[in-house]
RNA sequence: GGAGAAAUGGCAGAGUGGUCGAUUGCGGCAGUCUUGAAAACUGUUGAACCGUGAGGUUCCUGGGGUUCGAAUCCCUAUUUCUCCGCCA
């Protein structure tokens, strides 16, 4: 949710921003929002005048009372009926103004980084660097899909019969590689200065809300009914969440957490080859590393999370390549995204793993996550997230650029994770 | 799941209808003293909104109500604690 003193004082700016990003009819919402919260204002200047004038005269009865002049506290008592009539008055006109304004306002999406190119589809993303050379594969090699039924390792047949589709069993060597990438990924993010937390993955519409995944993305999660809860699409809810209603120190910045939790997602509307094998899944496995910064830190802190997410797949030894999203393609509350997408030999397509994004106080302003500055003062600190790593689209390129006629090789930073170099 | 008790500022903990946004202690911050630190002493210390300002309004878990007036009374939801039941 964007800042209501930044819409009002630098209108244009959030035009032009709002058209990067694509967003439609900008600019009668924004002139809708700038007038309600006029309305607001005088609203509640009359709804507070009213309320001040009630309350010196209820201390007015209140010292008569004191002094035994009953009857000219009755006659006080006359005065005040009307006024409270008045007040209930404004004040639900106050409600039904901010209640308006607030529904506009959470159809806005963040602003976009000046970085951030013009564009509307993945086409039109900036590829900032490639890494890694793409592998040569023998000739009868095969997708993941066939090697994981080759080697026995995940079977999404038997997952359709305890579930449904995109929730597959991993079995054997497959779930040992579930486990040492888990292991692998949350060791490094902890050697890094992450600390590591074990959120629930059960939430409540309020931590959807600070993130931002209600109201627009309602229809991604999957909603326990009976109790009203949510199943994470992703850890960034619950540990972002964690400082919902908080006000740090200054020195308390950065925090930097890091979990790993499954991840659930509804994914309606995907088909074809996007979700083939591990490429999409309503559960997998995921570690998060999420950062609280300082406004004028945040993105320095941006790129350093995604320096480590590179560092992570050059030692799995993947070719990767890093994309700086554009305008179109960006998630709404974002204000810079990186994708970091793998190369998967067997498909011949780059696979997204990552997504790192600074949301700057897009979701700080919803969670009320401040922190109190030198001088005294509250102001919204920038939150950070990316994922370090997601599982399976990781295992599908290791799985395929990694397969020769007698097996599949291990890298050596996860052997001594697996406990097994090969897959044969 | 059943019965009872409770929820107040960063923490502890007063306050049971009228200058209470809230006594006090701890913690935090600033100062005095000190070569420095500690101790001691002094001061200061919640948030949001409106207003150039003076100042005003709101918030004592959330929501509703009673009253001229609510932290204080009533209803309700949630959470916590104790006892019982069930249980990985």
Redesign the pocket.
Known sequence: MLQLSYIRDNKDDVLKRLAIKNFKDAESIINSIIELDNNR?SA??Q???T??E??G??KQ??DL?KSGKKEEAETL?IK??EL?QKEKLYDDALKGIEQEMHKWLVTVPNLPHITVPVGKTPEDNEVVNEHGSIPVLHSSAKPHWELTTKYDLIDFELGVKLTGAGFPVYKGKGARLQRALINYFLDKATAKGYNEVQPPILVNADSGYGTGQLPDKEGQMYHCQVDDLYLIPTAEVPITNMYRDV?LKEGDLPIKNCGYTPCFRREAGSYGKDVRGLNRLHQFDKVEIVQIAHPDKSYETLEDMREFVSGLLQELELPYRTLKLCGGDMSFGSALTYDLEVWSAAQQRWLEVSSVSNFETFQTNRLKC?F?DANGK?QFAHSLNGSALALPRIVASLLENNQTETGIKIPKVLVPYTGFEIIA
């Open positions: 204002k509640q200047r709804a507070d005048d309320k001040a009630a309350n005269l209820a009865i209140g009372m008592k005040t009926a409270k006000i401040r109190k509250t």
